[in-house]
Nanobody, 121 residues
């Protein structure tokens, strides 16, 4: 079963940086659109950024200019570099791989278990 495993979360002071990683255990990584979502306490899960299989990126307004999503297909890993962190960035960050059809075979959407980012003021 394909899994996504996030790492890199932790406690950081406002203005600091963290780099999240998400490792995909299967063989379809390079074909997938990879996304980072986050969910703060008491709030709905929201998109942070995504990167397509061809490397095009999209950011939420709240992360534009501070966060950078990237991918390394050789390592089956997607990254989220977060700079200038704010207390309101505190949340559990989840990695997501979209569902794809490759050579007639459908591969389901996948979610990681999340990694907690806490930004202190």
């Amino acid at each position: 079963q394909v899994q996504l495993v996030e790492s890199g979360g932790g406690l950081v002071q406002a203005g600091g940086s963290l780099r999240l990683s998400c490792a995909h255990s299967g063989s379809t990584f390079s074909e997938r659109r990879m996304s980072w979502y986050r969910q703060a306490p008491g709030k709905q899960r929201e998109l942070v950024a995504h990167i397509t299989s061809t490397g095009s990126t999209t950011y939420a307004d709240s992360s534009e200019g501070r966060f950078t999503i990237s991918r390394d297909n050789a390592k089956n890993t997607v990254y989220l570099q977060m700079n200038s962190l704010k207390p309101e960035d505190t949340a559990v960050y989840y990695c997501n791989a979209n569902s794809v059809i490759i050579r007639g075979v459908r591969y389901a959407e996948i979610w990681g278990r999340g990694t907690l980012v806490t930004v202190s003021s």
